[in-house]
């Protein structure tokens, strides 16, 4: 059985199918579906690494994550997104962000294996439209927008939530730094590509605008253009970082997923 069931105004999607016997037609209704719909999710999906991998290259090439070592050496493109019980802080990606936007060319799509999870309902991610943020813009604010560019940091507000893992399984020390058109267009829409956790500055010159990051950051966030997506162990996910945000809910406990980004 093959079966989309988009969610509240078509932001985020769950398709009921074994991933492991999909055909052609089928990946091309998921390759649609993603695009459509920004996030995607399949449950009781029972792969391991090879199949998760042989997965993800249907939809490019597989990127590494600069921040931290990955699984093992078999399997250095899967990386290990880890919360303890142990942990004081925030929980990994707990701020809304778009993946590593401070790099020149940012991953197109990530995809989250869940390996062990909490209670459903506790440790959720959420995520944002950024189609339906660009659309709701005002005209003013989107021909302004269209004139600026964002600066990105691996050190800005949202690495506190990675100082953890980074301590175990840090892969570089030094800063990187990035820098992208707030406004993009991907196929025929536009989206607003900025993202909150690494913002540093508008523009070559850093200006920070105050007035306008508060607004901006307020409205790419707002309950409406949001989907809160429950995990269970099994499940997989799978975004559009040019058009979502997304970020992980504040829970205690233990959780282990499985992390692949795509170019």
Not at 159 to 184: D, P, Q, W, Y
Not at 233 to 246: E, V
Request: a positive charge.
């Amino acid at each position: 059985m093959f079966k989309i069931i988009p969610g509240k105004k078509d932001i985020g999607a769950q398709i009921s199918c074994n991933i492991r016997k999909i055909n052609k037609n089928n990946l091309k209704k998921i390759k649609s579906a993603l695009q459509k719909y920004g996030m995607i999710y399949f449950r009781k999906q029972n792969l391991n690494s090879k199949s998760y991998i042989q997965f993800a290259k249907n939809f490019g090439k597989l990127a590494d994550y600069p921040r931290l070592k990955g699984l093992n050496k078999k399997y250095p493109k899967i990386t290990v997104v880890q919360r303890k019980s142990s942990d004081k802080g925030p929980s990994f990606g707990e701020q809304f962000h778009t993946d590593s936007i401070y790099t020149k060319k940012p991953p197109r799509f990530t995809m989250l294996l869940s390996k062990l999870v909490p209670k459903k309902g506790k440790a959720n991610t959420e995520f944002c439209s950024q189609y339906l943020a660009y659309e709701a813009l005002p005209k003013s604010i989107k021909n302004k927008l269209k004139k600026y560019k964002g600066n990105y940091s691996s050190e800005g507000p949202i690495s506190i939530t990675t100082k953890e893992r980074v301590k175990e399984k840090g892969k570089i020390n030094k800063e990187l730094k990035s820098r992208h058109n707030i406004i993009r267009k991907i196929s025929s829409k536009y989206t607003i590509y900025c993202s909150p956790g690494h913002f540093v500055g508008f523009n070559s010159n850093l200006i920070r605008n105050k007035k306008l990051e508060k607004y901006l950051f307020n409205h790419q966030i707002k309950k409406k253009f949001q989907y809160s997506l429950s995990w269970e162990k099994n499940q997989l996910a799978i975004w559009d970082n040019r058009s979502m945000l997304h970020q992980a809910t504040p829970f205690k406990g233990n959780r282990i997923m499985h992390r692949i980004t795509i170019n």
